[in-house]
């Protein structure tokens, strides 16, 4: 399974920007799919993960209201949109794919992880 995130950029504080993630392999919509970023000097944390099917999402709290994760199986993406943007969220983001049936937020359950999209939200 690859991995393909795109869709980061310069934004200034306030917009918006929607990063995609196109995943290979036939099996896309029984994985559990997550975003995570990674801001300078600090660790890897959890953004947003979306079930199989699309029926159950969970959020960080850093971004909920203000982010929505999605997921077209029939074009093996998942979407992370983001609005209201703030200098915090200045980070290179991540998608990963698990196999499991049950949404983690635990980054190491994840079994396969994109190459990152680096955002920058300029204040």
């Known amino acids: 399974v690859q991995l393909q995130a795109y869709g980061g950029g310069l934004v200034q504080a306030g917009g918006s920007l929607r990063l995609s993630c196109v995943t290979s392999g036939r099996t896309f919509s029984t994985y559990v799919m997550g975003w995570f970023r990674q801001a300078p000097g600090k660790e890897r944390e959890f953004v947003a993960a979306i079930s199989g099917s699309g029926g159950s999402t969970y959020y960080a709290d850093s971004v909920k209201g203000r982010f929505t994760i999605s997921r077209d199986g029939a074009k093996n993406t998942v979407y992370l949109q983001m609005n209201s943007l703030k200098s915090e969220d200045t980070a290179v983001y991540y998608c990963?794919?698990?196999?499991?049936?049950?949404?983690?937020?635990?980054?190491?359950?994840?079994?396969?992880w994109g190459q990152g999209t680096l955002v920058t939200v300029s204040s």
């Open positions: 990963a794919a698990d196999r499991a049936t049950l949404v983690t937020i635990k980054e190491r359950l994840y079994d396969y």
